[in-house]
């Protein structure tokens, strides 16, 4: 018999309609085992960690949830798995920051739901069903944290949400899922992800994330520095800005990490292709630290953990 434990943080899959039809996370995890058909073999135990919308959810919300889990794993008796189900508007941050700071030798597996329990196709008892199969697979703790979403099992590394509204919200654009649960069987095929960083004591640090357009001269970026520790800057295609954007950053750069990334999908900041004022080439010879295909949203995570962790900048990135 493999044992898992459920940790619920609220969400859409714990929604309930309140007096005008609007959804709010209301329901506790047992009610959310109480509509499951677990699969053989498997025990699950149930507790509720929050209550709240994921855009309610904190860095120190996910840092003690962390916490929880390592102390599971340390206790007396660990479990063979853990299963974290919440909201999907922070569902990829909270695996991110998983992959990043949990040192927990056992699978970690996050979930959610597009559609409440209340309506028609609500996908929350399948995706908890998939999910609880997947913790309790041994090998799956080589792969990281994962993400389970519609059979579908993805990395924490490198899966995005997609979608605003369908059930099938999730992917990992450019790499594709690890694994996928049919028939009630695991299926993995991904290769073991080293993402880890540590653990910090907080995560304290302040790093925005900002998007480059056409025409933008550098403005928000030059008031954002004043009082953060860090930016991460989604630019365009490979990695570029507009020219004069490019000044303000590399002056920024002098004085604190500034993260290059792209806001494309898919596809990694070049390094070496373009030359000239906001140029790839330009920005990471001013400075600029290149983060590879990692996406902004984990560039800014990735870096707020490092400094955490007292690492100079040139030791969190590049990311392949």
């Known amino acids: ?52 919308p994921s855009r309610a959810m904190s860095l120190a919300d996910v840092l003690q949830l962390v916490e929880r889990v390592e102390a599971l794993a340390a206790g007396a008796q660990p479990p063979d798995g853990v299963v974290i189900s919440q909201g999907t508007d922070t569902l990829e941050e909270t695996a991110y920051l998983f992959a990043l700071m949990c040192g927990a030798r056992l699978p970690v597996v996050l979930t959610g739901a597009m559609r409440p329990n209340v309506v028609a196709g609500s996908d929350g008892p399948a995706n908890l069903a998939a999910a609880i199969a997947v913790a309790a697979q041994a090998e799956a703790a080589a792969l990281g944290p994962l993400l389970v979403f519609g059979d579908e099992i993805h990395a924490a590394r490198w899966v995005t949400k997609v979608h605003t509204s369908r059930p099938a919200a999730f992917a990992s654009p450019g790499a594709g899922p690890v694994g996928v649960v049919g028939e009630g069987r695991v299926r993995l095929w991904g290769t073991p992800a080293s993402t880890i960083l540590g653990r910090p004591r907080e995560l304290s640090h302040r790093v925005e994330l900002l998007t480059m357009a056409s025409g933008d001269d550098g403005r928000l970026a030059e008031a954002a520095g004043r009082y953060a520790d860090g930016l991460v800057i989604a630019g365009m295609g490979g990695g570029h800005v507009p020219p004069a954007a490019a000044k303000v950053l590399g002056t920024l750069a002098r004085r604190m990490p500034v993260v290059l990334a792209s806001r494309c999908a898919a596809g990694p900041v070049l390094t070496s292709t373009y030359r000239g004022a906001g140029a790839e080439s330009d920005l990471i010879a001013q400075g600029l630290l290149p983060v590879g295909n990692l996406q902004p949203l984990k560039a800014r995570l990735r870096l707020i953990v490092g400094l955490g962790l007292g690492l100079a900048p040139a030791a969190i990135f590049p990311v392949d």
């Open 1 to 52: 018999m493999r044992r898992v434990m459920l940790i619920a943080c609220g969400g859409t899959i714990a929604g309930r309609a309140d007096e005008v039809g609007r959804f709010r996370p209301m329901g506790r995890a047992a009610e959310l085992l109480a509509g499951v058909a677990l699969p053989a073999g498997i025990e699950v135990s149930a507790t509720d960690a929050l209550t709240v």
